[in-house]
């Protein structure tokens, strides 16, 4: 028993500094969310502001500004969490398809490289394809087309978010569906290779029901971050020209607390948004184990 004692000891200080860590910057500065519920001045401090109770949140939804974030948020947040599920497939089914290892190797390693790369950096590439004199106006001038100012047209920005972001991250979603696809049974192909099943009809009959639950299990899980449209790609691609499409919370939030010093209406803002991520977290779980048996815990 002391044995065990000593040895769990052991355990606990190797993991002390972790929680150490988990304490002082993720625990102790959730103590600035009664910002939210103050009328904060940074010369008093936060114990010496007035208290505001929940005007911030009321304030909050009143304003236009916040809903159209809202919407931005949802629909941003929406569409990649359904082409990253949608285009990591579809590349997954496909590259089960090769059959030279070689080459399967080499497309499913370039694919992935992107995820490694950081927004600061992408977000230029992305402008210099995308700006007034980047390669994609460059072609177009090829064949006789005007240039057009990409990165600040509002009626496109959302589209060429998500395509940008599903570009990065498709490669790295589809290791998911390649190690499901590894667990199906390939005596199953070889049964409908019998009955006269080909490629198409195997993928629709065995492959898809192999991986259905993991399908499913990303899908409901995304769910839980539907309010995370992604603040460091957004920061780095969009400007006051297309705020009224591509502004979102984590950014509304940035400019209203650092920029426009509205410290207590931009933590109500964050707070807002946590409480109902928490909420989708938690209801994806519920809904991951009722449709496909996963347990979080």
Known sequence: MKRRLALQAHYGLMILPGFLW??????????GIVMAF??????????????????????????????????????????????????????????????????????????????????????????????????LNSVAAFFGAEPRVWMTDASIFRQLVIGTEVWKEFGYNAVIFLAALTAINPSLYEAAAIDGA???SSAWHVTLPGISSTIVVLGVLGLGNVLNAGFDQIYNLYNPMVYSTGDIIDTWVY???????????????????????????????????????????
């Open 198 to 200: 080909g490629r198409l």
């Open 38 to 135: 103050q009328d904060f001045n940074p010369g008093r401090g936060i114990l010496g502001s007035r208290w505001a109770g929940l005007e911030n949140f009321k304030y909050l939804l009143l304003l236009g500004d916040s809903r159209q974030v809202i919407i931005n948020t949802l629909l941003i947040a929406a569409g990649k969490m359904f082409f990253n599920l949608l285009i990591p497939l579809v590349f997954a089914l496909l590259l089960n398809e090769v059959r030279v290892q070689g080459y399967k190797k080499f497309i499913q390693t370039a694919v992935y490289l992107p995820h490694f790369i950081s927004w600061v950096i992408l977000a230029s590439v992305v402008l210099n394809i995308f700006g007034y004199r980047g390669m």
């Open 22 to 31: 988990l304490f002082m910057f993720s625990i102790v500065p959730m103590f």
């Open 255 to 297: 400019r209203m607390g650092l920029i426009n010093l509205q410290f207590s209406l931009a933590t109500a803002a964050g707070l807002f948004k946590s409480v109902v991520s928490f909420a989708l977290i938690a209801g994806s779980w519920v809904a991951a184990y009722k449709a496909a048996d996963y347990r979080v815990f």
